[in-house]
């Protein structure tokens, strides 16, 4: 009787582990999609922010991105650093390219969880996003920073 309840105990541990390990806790990995492996590359900038129709660009003045296969994103001006996470997901229609700052000045601003590829090539990435449900739209270009 003893060697029964051992069992069950144990078996109901085993089962109360492993099913406390939930995959959804890992945060999402870049995808290998040719934009994910392109924004990898270089420096980059905002070269253009329309938030519900008004140009706001002005606020990501002298600020340098850095993407990193880790799902990282780097904005550097001078002395200040913010850092933020990134990845690109499949969505229904296109693909969509995430942005997460938190409450970082100014880029609280961009931090967005869908916003819409409309454009890519090497060297600029359009994106848009609707706006607070309004019939306006969000865009935000970030274009590659050429070498010196």
Request: proline share 4%; charged share 20%; aromatic share 10%.
């Given at each position: 009787?003893?060697k029964?309840?051992t069992?069950f105990?144990?078996?109901?541990?085993?089962?109360?582990?492993?099913s406390?390990c939930?995959?959804?806790?890992?945060?999402?990995?870049?995808?290998?999609?040719?934009?994910s492996?392109?924004?990898?590359?270089?420096?980059?900038?905002v070269s253009q922010?329309?938030?519900?129709?008004e140009?706001?660009?002005?606020?990501?003045?002298?600020?340098?991105?850095?993407f990193?296969?880790?799902?990282?994103v780097?904005?550097?001006?001078n002395?200040?650093?913010?850092?933020?996470s990134?990845?690109?997901?499949s969505?229904?229609?296109?693909d969509?390219?995430?942005?997460?700052?938190g409450?970082?000045?100014?880029?609280?601003?961009i931090?967005?969880?869908?916003?819409?590829?409309?454009?890519?090539?090497?060297?600029?990435?359009?994106?848009?996003?609707?706006?607070?449900g309004?019939?306006?739209?969000?865009?935000?270009?970030?274009?590659?920073n050429?070498p010196?």
């Amino acid at each position: 009787m003893n060697k029964a309840i051992t069992s069950f105990i144990i078996s109901t541990l085993m089962l109360f582990v492993f099913s406390s390990c939930q995959k959804d806790s890992i945060p999402p990995v870049p995808s290998n999609s040719e934009t994910s492996k392109m924004v990898q590359t270089g420096t980059w900038r905002v070269s253009q922010y329309i938030d519900c129709g008004e140009d706001e660009t002005y606020h990501f003045s002298g600020y340098t991105l850095t993407f990193d296969a880790l799902g990282v994103v780097t904005a550097l001006n001078n002395s200040t650093t913010i850092t933020g996470s990134w990845n690109i997901a499949s969505g229904i229609n296109q693909d969509e390219f995430n942005l997460h700052f938190g409450t970082a000045i100014p880029f609280d601003e961009i931090d967005d969880d869908c916003w819409h590829i409309v454009e890519n090539t090497p060297t600029k990435i359009r994106l848009e996003d609707e706006c607070g449900g309004k019939d306006d739209k969000d865009f935000l270009i970030l274009e590659k920073n050429q070498p010196n």
